[in-house]
């Protein structure tokens, strides 16, 4: 166990649905980061959020809204999806925010999209 | 732009040996690395970081090591165990980034029985 929780593991969701997904930490961090990992594609950073602030938004599309509620919680809310969509979505989190030192990831949520 | 790669994505080993492997990156300012293991169904998991004012960083039978001058990156793993079997991610960081790591796309390594 990393400390890093996301749930579901698993969803499969039509085009015109609304889902979210869930992710919870307790380690005391205070940035935590949504990233998203295709077949054959690095992973791909879509947000990053530091002291509950978004301080990035990698291009993403707007079909992808994230929520941060407070510093142990972020969602990724989802909304009309296209099957290219499909892939692990990756929830981690770092201590203070900085660039020297490392993630702890969440186990992701596998989404497909139909 | 940026990038991180990786020489080879696979990499096939018979359990015991050593297995070696590497990752180049572009950006000169990066100054802090981090090897990641992921697992079938994990997410990634860190294994080793190495920050730039270093050239070898050793830990439980892994040693990564840090050519600066080619920009190069190198994870070996002694002995190595069927338990070792998953894919190996490279990222590279910069004080300054907020964590915002480029990782590289991976070389799945197969432990041999």
């Known amino acids: 166990e990393t400390g890093v929780t996301q749930t579901p593991r698993h969803l499969v969701m039509g085009m015109t649905n609304k889902k979210s997904l869930k992710c919870e930490q307790h380690?005391?961090?205070?940035?935590m980061y949504w990233y998203k990992q295709s077949a054959k594609k690095p992973l791909e950073l879509m947000f990053v959020?530091?002291?509950?602030?978004?301080?990035e938004n990698n291009s993403v599309p707007s079909r992808f809204s994230p929520e941060c509620p407070n510093s142990s919680h972020l969602f990724l809310h989802l909304h009309t999806l296209q099957p290219e969509d499909s892939a692990l979505y990756l929830c981690?989190?770092?201590?203070?925010?900085?660039?020297?030192?490392?993630?702890?990831f969440g186990q992701g949520t596998r989404l497909t999209v139909v | 732009g940026e990038s991180v790669g990786l020489h080879l994505p696979t990499l096939s080993v018979q359990e015991g040996d050593n297995s070696i492997i590497n990752c180049a990156y572009s950006?000169?300012?990066?100054?802090?690395f981090i090897w990641y293991k992921q697992e079938s169904g994990k997410g990634p998991q860190f294994i080793i970081d190495?920050?730039?004012?270093?050239d070898k960083r050793q830990g439980q039978r892994v040693t990564v090591l840090l050519n600066k001058t080619v920009k190069h990156l190198s994870l070996q793993i002694a002995a190595t165990q069927p338990g070792d079997s998953a894919v190996y991610f490279c990222?590279?960081?910069?004080?300054?980034?907020?964590?915002?790591?480029?990782f590289g796309d991976g070389t799945t390594l197969t432990v041999k029985p």
């Open positions: 990222a590279e960081n910069r004080r300054t980034n907020a964590g915002k790591s480029t």
């Open positions: 981690a989190s770092r201590e203070g925010g900085s660039g020297n030192t490392e993630a702890f």
């Open positions: 959020y530091s002291l509950e602030e978004r301080v």
């Open positions: 950006n000169s300012a990066s100054d802090y």
């Open positions: 380690l005391g961090h205070n940035a």
């Open positions: 190495i920050r730039s004012n270093m």
